[in-house]
């Protein structure tokens, strides 16, 4: 029997955009957002991308047009907790 669901995403590589800002940098981040950079040649961010990903191929996208980098603070990456949310449920 032939399973053809996809793997869960701990085990699948990440997948990085690739492209050059309005100033010529190199941008690179993860379609995550939790990973990438800015450099000064596309040889260096594809070296950066490679180490990240074990060296496996395809692992970005080249994106046309100007791509900025954006940096969010954490709190826009991490879930937000409430006192509740953090209470341990207990079964007798």
């Not at 100033?23 to 961010?45: H, N, P, S």
């Not at 709190?75 to 449920?89: G, H, I, W």
Request: proline share 9%; with cysteine; aromatic share 8%.
């Amino acid at each position: 029997m032939k399973n053809d669901a996809e793997p869960p995403s701990c085990l699948q590589p990440p997948i990085f955009m690739v492209g050059q800002d309005s100033r010529g940098g190199w941008v690179v981040a993860e379609k995550g957002g939790m990973r990438g950079g800015l450099f000064a040649d596309r040889t260096q961010a594809l070296r950066y991308i490679r180490s990240e990903n074990g060296n496996r191929p395809y692992a970005f996208v080249t994106v046309t047009g100007v791509f900025e980098l954006t940096i969010a603070p954490p709190s826009a990456v991490l879930p937000q907790f409430t006192a509740d949310a953090t209470r341990e449920r207990r079964v007798a």
